[in-house]
């Protein structure tokens, strides 16, 4: 089954050091999971403050600045596994660095026939 594991931090609490240190055990970790045929994808996103959030309400394009939320964690990466339970993708959870600093919602990947590369 595929999981989302979404990484939440408060962007603000990092410097540059520790948010490339965090990068480079995340490379690992992901190179780790391509091993063991449990990786799909990762990435880190940009900072929110590049962030443009698309709402659409009576056929019309609401677009603006930022996240649509203020939070004190935001979203700041994800990594899509394949794990056998919720279990093992909480293993996988608990090596992500942002786990150490923030918060890592896991979640099971609905799966919906039709879709391109499904």
Known sequence: MKY?????????SLDDAYREACYVESAQLAR????????VSANPLHPTASATSLR???GKRLVTDGPFAE???QLGG????????LD???SIAARIPGARRGTVEVRPVLEIA???GG
């Open 114 to 116: 039709g879709l391109p």
């Open 78 to 85: 994800y990594f899509l596994i394949d794990a056998k339970d």
């Open 88 to 90: 093992e993708a909480l």
């Open 32 to 39: 780790d999971l391509h091993a063991a045929g449990q990786f």
């Open 4 to 12: 989302m594991l979404l990484i939440y931090l408060d962007e603000q």
């Open 71 to 73: 939070t004190r964690e």
């Open 56 to 58: 659409v309400r009576d």
